[in-house]
């Protein structure tokens, strides 16, 4: 086993001709030899962490959100004595709380989570052309509306139904250990269900801790993670009459322009009885409330008559953190900074990651027979970038040309427009895989674009000289 | 948690067409009727957040209760009728523009079309519209045909940077020719003179005023920025 671990360790490091992206060349950078030892040393040692007598690998998991939920409930089916510690069981976050398709198969979602279905969405550019897409959509295909308060819950009771031992409790702070196995020591506040008190201090030991706490997690900050360049969203959500809601039945809008963010989009999401309405920056944070005044302008004759029920703001990060694990202690989800640009979505990948995370842990430790060691994690780490990292950089680019600037968005909603630019968006999406597509459309599609591109600039010049 | 309630005033009589009057705008204030409790949802909402949200909450409060400030002076609690000034040309129907009115000796005017494009986009980059389902936008540039941008656009601009690469080449291949007694025509069989046309050409084509060196640099560390954040967590293993 010990040699099959480091065929695949050495896989990644040279550049495998199958790999068609450049960060896997880059990580292949030839190390001197001295190192190449000290690596093959390490994997050697990993191998022989010491067994745990009389009991398994006992494993935190800070936060209960989706990432912690999936991690648990596979750690806890893996044989391994899970904690899960949330501080607030019934939160109801602020998010679009949109999931793709393959969520729901890869999680065995019940449907009944879902609120809606939308097949359709609108994206409007600037100057208000309307573009409707999802024609390529097959019948048994759509993008989940779900509540978070409802997902969240649904995936901590099934870790507990699977073994995990759910704890309502705010993490406080973490102890490193002084010696390699010795166990980090976790100090909570445990809640028990008690709205408004200070909580009982409570202290656990554990032997590998997952940080799923969210984009301000604070075991990001007790590993010295790093920090990652955040964006604010920010949302309202309306009760619009009836007849209005039906517009909304299963359809999404995304408003794009320098009136509503100069680097992201603006949004109407139908939730279950309501709609949300939003916006979110990176780079203008101060003007959000300006943006969301001209979000809600653009959406105006469709949302008008609404009463606001509810206004949320939250920081969502835009790359991961530069340290993403640190000796037995792993980020996954928001906390690790998987929200993909473009789209800004995270709960699929934060539950994926956790699952990820989780599963490495439960292969390293043998099923919580043997302690678990950086190496083992760190091939979590791996899987992940080699999994999404197309996924992620596509839509990076995605963004850096078409959130670039006015004349970059009309061209954005006009491709938006030719179906085959449907059918890719909507596999990539819904199924997380990169679609490798037609070369033929691809070439018919760059050429497209470059001509919407410099239409769209070519008039963007002209209305600068009025 | 507080909630609140704004309700909306519906959509009003618009403004007659837009080429008769100059660019009057009347605020639109949604706000009027809300009480004074928005700023206790603040409060709430920072309890949602993790607590290090915190600066960024206190920032859109502070902003917010000006903003309250000043509209309770302005309103009294009777909603007052908005005015909203849309978007409106004789040449603009359903949506989009309509051909037959841009007919100039019997073909197309295109030039008018752009022109009439350009100054839509321009009036709504500043005066922001409301989408609606009933007057949908389905204008698509791609109707005006590739030679009618060619000749707006390209062609002056090519005969600029054709001029100047023109220039720049003539005095490049006297210079040589004064200093290495080598002609044109032999300067062209040569690989350091190849090289440096291709510079030359690149040069003109990308470089059209000083900032564009800044831009063409940013634009470089752009395309490799996400990698190297992503690749932050590997840098930290090669140390061990």
Known sequence: MASVTLKSFIGLRQSSPENHHPSITILSKPLPSNQIHYRRLNVIAGKSSPKITGRNLRVAVVGGGPAGGAAAETLAKGGIETILIERKMDNAKPCGGAIPLCMVGEFDLPLDIIDRRVTKMKMISPSNVAVDIGRTLKPHEYIGMVRREVLDAYLRDRAAAAGATVINGLFVKMDKPSDKYAPYVIHYNAYDGKVGSAGKKVTVEVDAVIGADGANSRVAKSIDAGDYEYAIAFQERIKIPDDKMEYYENLAEMYVGDDVSPDFYGWVFPKCDHVAVGTGTVTHKPDIKKFQLATRLRARDKIVGGKIIRVEAHPIPEHPRPRRLSDQVALVGDAAGYVTKCSGEGIYFAAKSGRMCAEAIVEGSENGRRMVEESDLRSYLEKWDKTYWPTYKVLDILQKVFYRSNPAREAFVEMCADEYVQKMTFDSYLYKKVAPGNPLEDLKLAVNTIGSLVRANALRNEMAKI | ?240
């Open chain 2, 1 to 240: 948690m507080t909630s609140t309630m704004a309700s909306f005033s519906s959509t009003t009589p618009h403004l007659p067409s837009f080429s008769s009057s100059p660019k009057t705008r009347f605020p639109i204030n949604p706000f009027l009727s809300l009480t004074p409790q928005r700023h206790l949802l603040f409060a709430s909402v920072r309890a949602t957040e993790n607590g290090s949200g915190a600066a960024i909450v206190v920032e859109e409060k502070k902003e917010f209760e000006t903003k309250a400030a000043e509209e309770d002076s302005l309103g009294n609690g009777a909603p007052v009728a908005e005015v909203v000034v849309k978007f409106e040309d004789p040449k603009w129907v359903s949506g989009t523009w309509d051909l037959k009115q841009f007919q100039k000796d019997g073909a197309t005017d295109w030039d008018a079309v752009i022109d009439a494009e350009v100054k839509r986009r321009k009036w709504l980059e500043d005066n922001p519209e409301s989408s609606n389902n009933d007057f949908p936008v389905v204008f698509d540039t791609s109707i005006i045909p590739w030679w009618a941008w060619m000749k707006r656009f390209h062609l002056p601009e090519a005969e600029l940077l054709n001029g100047r690469a023109a220039m720049v080449g003539f005095f490049m291949a006297y210079f040589v020719d004064s200093l290495t007694g080598v002609g044109l025509v032999d300067q062209m069989g040569n690989f350091f003179c190849k090289t440096l046309l291709f510079v030359a050409v690149a040069g003109v084509l990308l470089i059209r005023k000083n900032e564009d060196i800044d831009t063409l640099k940013k634009l470089i560390d752009e395309t490799t920025f996400y990698d190297k954040q992503w690749q932050a967590t590997w840098q930290d293993e090669k140390k061990e």
